[in-house]
């Protein structure tokens, strides 16, 4: 741990922006852009409106930064942003999914053909699943939120999360591998 | 039934997906839209807009039918002003403004002597800002920077000679705006303190006590605040006292108790709180509070609530048997997605070992997503590689790092640091534990080679809290304009952290608010302690009018020069 409250910790960044320091928050651009990026990939399947709504959440997390509980993790408050907005890409569009229609670009071209299978089934058994379970997982593996924080950014109880990410593991399990369904 | 190898499986076909970069020039693309836009208001700024509200409509009746559009008036204004009947509302409102504007001049000027001449310009310029600019919410309301700049109290303020002298100095007024100051000097208490003559040590002391700026403050506040709790408080009493701190002041202040009252604080805390607690400790630090968890349930809980990154850091830090014995513990998906998390890790230093010069291999660190991993893989290179790696970092770089490491992979990171004043600047950041740690660790003359590069301040306080044979050791091999300089900061520290109205300030949490916010440069002023002792300054201190006026430094400078 540092003396300085300063630089490292995201509630002294806000402090600064909502102080008039607006080049501050490239700060937290910087440091979330990337896992924002790659939830909202996740859960809308498609690299533009992913961008689109990751641009979307930093803005609107910016313009509503008074509204932050500092008594919070400013990420878990970011991601909630996230999640409403994916929410909202996505009832806006209300047509399936192109999943995998999205990633197509951010595909390794020379991955192996193995590799290249399992990233297709492993996107189409995303798809398959239900927003609420997908989020979950998404929330889970690919943003490393706690059960907690998970909980936050949904706006749903702890137990609820994991119950959720209990099934949405079984479904994935039993779409991918033929995990058979436990009684 | 479903085991730990299939949970594996799923998580290493959910990561075969990997993680996605933002499209080129998303960085950008955000800040020139967050630039673009409105911009976030602090707290102060909506307490500000909602405050005249009432007001308003007692002073202007006819506002009436605006406000009615619209539930704030913020709204209301905004919204009079878009309708077409409304801008004739809008227009009506600012007038009238401007005409009560005029009126509270001429009192002003005429009650106080003032020749008409100088105080039609201030009129003319008043009336001229309000018909000019864009019409907001806030400058069309009374009780606004402008209307506290003419009113009578404000005349009062600035003929007292000190406080006009306070409010003459941008820096100080720029503090005195200061939310949690703000905060302070509505708190009675503290405006008695710091009116009272017990105080007088205090502001001296702070006054002549260049060690407390900056980032040494929140290092002595949680000293003082350690020392405050380690007084004769109940375990209960003792986790009270934490819970009312935020999570970074609360690990702050945990990691310079003793071992004992830390068992005790630990014992009091739920278990979220005790993750959020372990989650914010850094290095050895984080290991030895979550090992003084009692119980395997109890350790198995609080690893739960850990973030993934968290697990796995943590794990890192522990010795090879712990960690298997405690992964065996975790139900079978959590020790999968761990165990992937440790194997991604695994493969990160091997991906790194592979580059071939220290350039790249730097390179390669930046690039992994969090600091966490950038030091799990760092201390896991080879000693030249690592040397080399740290060679080309910077100092906040390699600082932020081997602060997240901990045990004999922190210390070697360390001693790879080249230079002593690096050395003392990575020093300077780490837990006390650590601190400890890595300076009973060196040898004497490496190790008075770094103190020797601390500053004053923070030479006393490691010096301090080595204490005895380790602490004179250290001293000794320093030069002897060093062991005086020592000598005297920790003589001043201790007359600190002695001193009880201090304690008080910082004991309350507006006064612990306040001093971190930087008011004691404010407190220690001159001119602000002749201010405090004023009943029409800390009449007004605390209320948001002043504050505005505070804020508005260019009309608050203004309205002085004509005064002058």
Redesign the interface.
Known sequence: ??????E??D?RVVER????D??A??TL??RY???L??VA??MLGD?DQ??DA??EA??RA?????TYD??HKFFSWLYRILVNECLNVRRARRVLEPLDAG?AA?DDPHRGAE?AE??A???AALRRLSPAYREV?VL???G??????MAEALGVPEKTVKSRL?SA??L??ED??N?KR?S | MIGPSDDERLHRALDSLGSEDPPEGFTDRVMAEVASGPHPRPAWHRRLVSLPAALGHQLFPWSKHSSEQGNSSSDSFRRAGMAGGGVIVAKKVLWGVAGLAVVVILAVVYFNGRTVDQGAQGTIGAAERYRGAQPSSVDAKPGNAQAFLQSDTFDKIVKNKDVRGLLGDAALCKLLAEDAVQEALQDQDIVALLGSPDAEAMLKGLDNEALLKGRHLAAFLAEEQAGAIKNKLTGEEKAAALKKLTDVERALVFARLGDGDQSAVIAKLSEEERASLVSKLEGGEQVATFKKLSGEAEQVGVFQKLARDQQARLVLKLDAGESAAFMAKLDGADQAALKFKLTEIDAQVAAVKKLAGADDQVVAIRKLGSEADQASVLSKLADLDQTAVIGKMSGAEKAALIVKMSGEAQLNAFKHVADAGDQAAVLGKLEPRDQAAIITRLSEVQAAAVVAKLDGFEQAMIVGRLGGMHGAALTARLSNAQQVEIKANLMRLQALLDNAALAKLVASDAGAAALRSGASALFANVQFRMAIQDPTFMSVAGKPDFEAALRNQPALQEALSKLR
């Open positions: 741990m540092s003396f300085e409250l300063g490292d910790d509630r922006c909502l102080g008039g607006t080049a928050f490239q651009v910087e852009q990337r896992v990026f790659t990939v996740r690299a992913a961008a990751a641009q930093f803005v910016y313009r509503k930064l008074q500092r008594g990633l951010a590799r399992l990233k089934n492993v996107l997982i889970r593996h690919y490393g939120l706690s059960y907690l924080e209990y593991r079984q994935l399990g991918l591998f995990w436990e």
